[in-house]
């Protein structure tokens, strides 16, 4: 019996266990049912990258529509102001007699026509054309801005929904390790082989329903992002997204920690930025408000003249008289009011000033925190890639021997094969953060188009 019990291990050893694994690397990269369900189902749907998607969702953007309509009534309105106030024309049937209504009994019976115009308060009428001018060009800043925000916000979901589909079909390549795992356990229990315990099978079941389970949030991930793109995109389940090429890379490729000391010609370039040449913007119309204000301590006049007709009498030819007059206003109580408002549009400038320079300093932090992030990103996704992937998979590798050959613990098979997938899943993460940080970067520093929506 002895002599049998060391023939069956010796079989063993040397056939049984290097076939499982033999198995277990072979149908690693063999995609499971689910995952070539999905291919199919995916046939038929159109792929989108994300330069279509957001190509897309600018040229259907509501938004931008709203700001082009916006724009051409800013225009329209600087036309209309650049003109003076229609006259006002009046009729008028002056002193005719009670006793007889007759209009050539007394003299001073006139029908009388009259016209009036008021001007413009000083150059207020070519300023507040300039206001509006510089309120039609304030659009398309707008409208590029927007743009930055729609390619930002959806390039993070585009990279969430890639990293979910990737750790997703890492897990469908992982499934069929585990599987063999099971069923390693399942088989060495059954034939009474080294020290596998019945608790050995139901460890490796459980981590395999942990497993399903991982998969199912990685689904229900990809499914929400989708829901979010809805909002762009209303029709976004009827494609597919093509993740396949899921980089993104700098608009401005020279990213150093030298950055921490170039302040000024970092802080440069973010004034070209559309959110700060908003500022600019409502700067010069805060500058006009101010010219506009200055405007109220000058009169404004109003000219008028008329016609009065009167009818010849009995025995005398009548004259008839015109009449040409000019009225204005003269601030003379100006320190409640025009003095007031005056200061008022003043500080509304200065502030807006201020507000640039707080604007400059944030975005100059947090595109220098972006900088650095990446930079540390980078090195950290290095590493996996260079060693810790190696490592972990040379960890499993050794733990499935040491088991096979009597000389290790099923738990640490297991702790090994969860080790690896968590490595592999982390360095996707890094991979995913890295390019976030890109996108960050690519929005304070965009290369500036404008794509007009349809």
Same mark, same amino acid.
């Given at each position: 019996?002895?002599?049998?019990?060391?023939? *069956?291990?010796?079989?063993?050893?040397?056939?049984?266990?290097?076939?499982?694994?033999?198995?277990?690397?072979?149908?690693?990269?063999?995609?499971?049912?689910?995952?070539?369900?999905?291919?199919?189902?995916?046939?038929?749907?159109?792929?989108?990258?994300?330069?279509?998607?957001?190509?897309?969702? !600018?040229?259907?953007?509501?938004?931008?529509?709203?700001?082009?309509?916006?724009?051409?009534?800013?225009?329209? @309105?600087?036309?209309?102001?650049?003109?003076?106030?229609?006259?006002?024309?009046?009729?008028?049937? %002056?002193?005719?007699?009670?006793?007889?209504?007759?209009?050539?009994?007394?003299?001073?019976?006139?029908?009388? *026509?009259?016209?009036?115009?008021?001007?413009?308060?000083?150059?207020?009428?070519?300023? @507040?054309?300039?206001?509006?001018?510089?309120?039609?060009?304030?659009?398309?800043?707008?409208?590029?801005?927007?743009?930055?925000?729609?390619?930002?916000?959806?390039?993070?979901?585009?990279? /969430?929904? =890639?990293?979910?589909?990737? &750790?997703?079909?890492?897990?469908?390549?992982?499934?069929?390790?585990?599987?063999?795992?099971?069923?390693? %356990?399942?088989?060495?229990?059954?034939?009474?082989?080294?020290?596998?315990?019945?608790?050995? &099978?139901?460890?490796? +079941?459980? +981590?395999?329903?942990?497993?399903?389970?991982?998969?199912?949030?990685?689904?229900?991930?990809?499914?929400?992002?989708?829901?979010?793109?809805?909002?762009?995109?209303?029709?976004?389940?009827?494609?597919?997204?093509?993740?396949?090429?899921?980089?993104? !890379?700098?608009?401005?490729?020279?990213?150093?920690?030298?950055?921490?000391?170039?302040?000024?010609?970092? &802080?440069?370039?973010?004034?070209?930025?559309?959110?700060?040449?908003?500022?600019?913007?409502?700067?010069?119309?805060?500058?006009?408000?101010?010219?506009?204000?200055?405007?109220?301590?000058?009169?404004?006049?109003?000219?008028?003249?008329?016609?009065?007709?009167?009818?010849?009498?009995?025995?005398?030819?009548? %004259?008839?008289? !015109?009449?040409?007059? !000019?009225? *204005?206003?003269?601030?003379?109580?100006?320190?409640?009011?025009?003095?007031?408002?005056?200061?008022?549009?003043?500080?509304?400038? /200065?502030?807006?000033?201020?507000?640039?320079?707080?604007?400059?300093?944030?975005?100059?932090?947090?595109?220098?925190?972006?900088?650095?992030?990446?930079?540390?990103?980078?090195?950290?996704?290095?590493?996996?890639?260079?060693?810790?992937?190696?490592?972990?998979?040379?960890? =499993?590798?050794? =733990?499935?021997?040491?088991?096979?050959?009597?000389?290790?613990?099923?738990?640490?098979?297991?702790? =090994?094969?969860?080790?690896?997938?968590?490595?592999?899943?982390?360095?996707?993460?890094?991979?995913?953060?890295?390019?976030?940080?890109?996108?960050?970067?690519?929005?304070?520093?965009?290369?500036?188009? &404008?794509?007009?929506?349809?």
């Amino acid at each position: 019996m002895l002599f049998k019990y060391a023939i *069956f291990q010796m079989v063993n050893k040397l056939f049984i266990y290097p076939v499982l694994l033999l198995c277990l690397s072979v149908l690693a990269s063999v995609p499971t049912a689910d995952a070539n369900q999905t291919n199919l189902t995916s046939i038929h749907q159109h792929k989108l990258s994300l330069d279509a998607l957001i190509t897309k969702a !600018v040229k259907q953007d509501l938004w931008l529509k709203s700001n082009q309509l916006s724009e051409q009534a800013a225009n329209a @309105q600087s036309v209309a102001v650049d003109n003076w106030a229609d006259p006002n024309f009046s009729i008028a049937l %002056a002193n005719v007699p009670i006793d007889s209504l007759s209009l050539n009994q007394e003299g001073m019976t006139q029908v009388k *026509f009259g016209v009036s115009q008021m001007l413009p308060r000083g150059d207020s009428q070519q300023i @507040q054309q300039q206001q509006w001018q510089n309120v039609a060009a304030l659009h398309p800043i707008q409208r590029q801005l927007r743009q930055l925000q729609l390619t930002q916000q959806i390039s993070l979901l585009w990279l /969430e929904y =890639a990293l979910a589909q990737q &750790i997703e079909q890492r897990i469908n390549q992982d499934q069929v390790l585990f599987e063999q795992m099971v069923e390693l %356990a399942k088989a060495r229990y059954a034939s009474a082989i080294g020290q596998t315990r019945q608790q050995d &099978i139901i460890r490796a +079941e459980l +981590e395999l329903s942990q497993l399903h389970e991982k998969r199912l949030l990685q689904q229900q991930k990809q499914q929400n992002i989708q829901a979010q793109l809805a909002q762009w995109l209303p029709d976004i389940f009827s494609y597919q997204l093509d993740t396949t090429a899921a980089e993104i !890379v700098l608009n401005q490729p020279d990213m150093s920690t030298n950055w921490r000391f170039q302040q000024m010609s970092v &802080i440069k370039k973010l004034m070209q930025h559309p959110q700060v040449q908003l500022l600019d913007n409502q700067f010069k119309s805060r500058a006009l408000d101010v010219q506009l204000s200055e405007q109220a301590y000058k009169p404004q006049w109003m000219v008028n003249a008329s016609y009065a007709y009167r009818a010849d009498g009995a025995q005398m030819d009548r %004259a008839d008289f !015109v009449s040409v007059g !000019v009225s *204005f206003d003269w601030p003379i109580f100006a320190s409640n009011k025009q003095d007031q408002n005056n200061k008022a549009a003043i500080a509304k400038a /200065e502030a807006v000033k201020t507000d640039k320079q707080f604007l400059l300093q944030t975005m100059y932090g947090q595109a220098l925190a972006a900088a650095e992030s990446y930079l540390l990103l980078q090195q950290r996704h290095q590493l996996y890639q260079d060693t810790l992937l190696d490592q972990s998979k040379q960890q =499993a590798q050794a =733990a499935i021997t040491a088991y096979t050959n009597d000389d290790g613990d099923f738990a640490e098979v297991v702790r =090994a094969r969860i080790g690896e997938l968590n490595t592999h899943i982390q360095s996707l993460q890094l991979h995913t953060q890295k390019l976030q940080q890109i996108v960050q970067l690519n929005y304070f520093f965009p290369v500036l188009s &404008i794509q007009e929506a349809n």
